[in-house]
Structures are given as structure tokens and as C-alpha cells.
């Protein structure tokens, strides 16, 4: 099993090509960013950059969403960063979030979505699709002699991580890193998956952590993320479901106390409904070694991929190199070594 982490971070413009090498020297597999056109640059025209900076980064979007962009626009974008990068491209896609918000709409609609998926797919493998009666297909993709860009649906609730193991090859699970929750989804795409007759899916989890020997510190830059990422399990009543009472509770008190405005930011007035047992369940900090048992438990419930979302939008620059050094040069070398 090759093992491939990311970082997980934004597309500030400007900021992109010291941002991919520094994960390059730093010792991560990928970098993967956020698609929120509204709240910092353009994805695709980072991760060109990006392609052209390094040349052994695995290249994500982390993730886009078929909504605000046509399944043509998505498929040929990634062949595009496929050439680019002498194919390092990885297509993470969800069903749109802050993307969405700042339009005014709300999240794609599943079969709507699971169309998109089916489309983009069709796309990426240089097939046609029917589009309004006319046979529609990326007409430069065969000359351009690459493989096919892997495409992995971000997924939290049951119906949507069913869609993701019909249709994708991977899936990047969004539900926080306690393995009681995680183990329920991956056993649920594993089965739609073998129910179908299909290969195997490849299968991974978005990750709140930051590692920093102190615990309370750590918790504190997390935490702008965090609530980012436990707002997606208050989305839908079969996600609602799937949590704890207590864990309910928290999710109830951070959604009718989001900021919008603050999305992804560390300090927002939300940040107040995630106690610290909680962001010790749902993420993952402390000091080094201690983050590094956490991984491995979830990897050996069969993950070979793994997008570490620690800091907020805001975090300071120097902060976010010396957190990133700290995960990629201590972090990542004890759990390869524990897994391999």
C-alpha cells in the first residue's frame, strides 16, 4: 500500500509556489487545496502553479464541486493539471459547501451530484456524453497520452458515501478521526462497493490535526477548522444520527452559532461550542508522537490516504511553516515507519 499524505490548506494567490515547495522539502506526499472561490484564489490555477514548483507532490483539489463548475470544465481542468505535472493530478470533488453559501444556494442535490459524478468520470476516461442532444466529450484528451485523473468524492453521511463507492475510485471520509466513526463508513463503502462486483475503492479520511507539544496551543489552532469540519455532520439527519449525545449537542450548539463570514477562520465566535474533549475526539493534537499513534489506528482500519486540515485561514504565516515542518519531518516519519 503506498501511503500518501497531504496538507491540506488554501489557494492564497501569491503564495502558492513558496507554499507547494515548502510541502515538498518538508517531507509530504500531496498537497491538497480548497476550491471556495469567494474565500481565496482560484484552485486550479494554484495547483498549475504549484504543478510547476515541484516535481514529486501529488496535486488535489480538496475539494471542488460540480456545481458551481460544469463536469466538462472539472474534467478537462484536472486532464489539463494531469499534462501539467506529468501526472500528479488527484481529483478530490464534494457535493460544494462554502463555494455554494457565498452564492446564497445550498448544497448539490444527491442525484443531481451523482450525476455530475457519473459525468465527470465519463469525461476523465475521454468517453461522450449526451449534453442537451449533443455528444459531448474532452476532444483533446486523447493526444494527450496520460492516465486517467483518480477521482475521490469527499463523503460524510451514508447516502452520499454509497453515491461515492458506485461511482468513484476513492473515497476521503469526512468524519472527524474517532474510529467509531470512522469504521462504520468504510465497512458501508466496502459492502455497496463489493454488492456492485467492483474493484476495490482506495479510501481515506480528512484529518483535523496539528501537532505541537502543547496540548491546549494546539487545540486552540485547530479549532478554526475544526469547525468547518464538524459542521458537515449537521447537515443531514442521517449524519446527526451517527453521533453520540453528547456529540450531538455540540454539533447543535455549533451550526445555530455558525459564522458564515468566519468560515474556516480561527477565532470565530463558533469556535466556543467545541470543547476540548471534543476537538480531542474529532481531530487530533498534541505533541508529535502522540498524533502519530492516533494516524496509525486509522490507517490500519485501511486508509492509504490521508488530507491533514489543521489550520485556519487566518493562522499567521510563520506559524503555519513551523506546524507544517513540525507534521511532515516528526509526524509523518514515525507513522510510515510504524505502517510499513
Not at 459547501?97 to 442535490?109: C, T, V
Not at 442521517?238 to 450548539?253: F, H, I, W
Not at 455549533?254 to 480561527?266: F, K, Q, R
Amino acid at each position: 500500500m503506498t501511503l500518501v499524505f497531504f496538507l491540506g490548506t488554501f489557494p492564497t494567490p501569491g503564495r502558492v509556489e513558496d507554499l507547494a515547495r515548502m510541502a515538498e522539502a518538508d517531507g509530504w506526499d500531496g498537497l491538497a487545496l480548497t476550491d471556495s472561490q469567494n474565500l481565496s484564489g482560484d484552485v486550479f490555477a494554484a495547483l498549475d502553479v504549484a504543478a510547476h514548483a515541484t516535481s514529486t507532490l501529488a496535486l488535489a483539489t480538496g475539494a471542488t464541486n460540480p456545481a458551481t463548475r460544469h463536469a466538462a470544465v472539472i474534467a478537462s481542468a484536472m486532464a489539463t493539471l494531469q499534462v501539467e505535472s506529468n501526472g500528479r493530478a488527484w481529483l478530490g470533488i464534494a457535493r460544494g459547501d462554502s463555494a455554494l453559501a457565498y452564492l446564497g444556494r445550498k448544497p448539490m442535490p444527491l442525484a443531481d451530484f451523482e450525476r455530475a459524478l457519473s459525468h465527470v468520470q465519463a469525461y476523465l476516461r475521454g468517453e461522450a456524453i449526451d449534453q442537451n442532444g449533443f455528444s459531448s466529450r474532452i476532444e483533446w484528451l486523447s493526444r494527450a497520452g496520460v492516465a486517467k485523473v483518480p477521482m475521490s468524492v469527499a463523503a460524510t453521511g451514508p447516502r452520499v458515501i454509497e453515491i461515492a463507492a458506485r461511482v468513484a475510485d476513492a473515497i476521503t471520509f469526512s468524519v472527524g478521526a474517532d474510529p467509531s466513526r470512522l469504521q462504520p463508513a468504510i465497512e458501508l463503502a466496502r459492502r455497496t462497493r463489493a454488492d456492485l462486483g467492483l474493484e476495490p475503492l482506495r479510501l481515506g479520511a480528512y484529518v483535523n490535526a496539528v501537532a505541537h507539544p502543547d496540548v491546549a496551543l494546539a487545540r486552540q489552532m485547530v479549532r478554526g477548522r475544526m469547525g468547518t469540519y464538524a459542521r458537515f455532520s449537521t447537515m443531514s439527519r442521517s449524519v446527526m444520527d451517527t453521533l453520540s449525545e453528547a456529540d450531538r449537542k455540540v454539533a447543535e450548539d455549533l451550526v445555530s452559532n455558525y459564522d458564515l463570514h468566519a468560515h474556516s477562520a480561527s477565532g470565530a465566535r463558533h469556535e466556543a461550542a467545541l470543547a476540548d474533549d471534543f476537538v480531542d475526539r474529532f481531530g487530533i493534537v498534541g505533541p508529535s508522537e502522540q498524533v502519530a499513534e492516533r494516524l496509525v489506528d486509522l490507517i490500519r482500519l485501511g486508509l492509504d490516504h490521508v488530507v491533514v486540515a489543521g489550520h485556519g485561514s487566518n493562522t499567521p504565516r510563520e506559524v503555519f511553516e513551523e506546524s507544517s515542518r513540525r507534521f511532515g519531518r516528526e509526524v509523518l516519519p514515525m507513522v510510515r515507519r510504524a505502517v510499513s
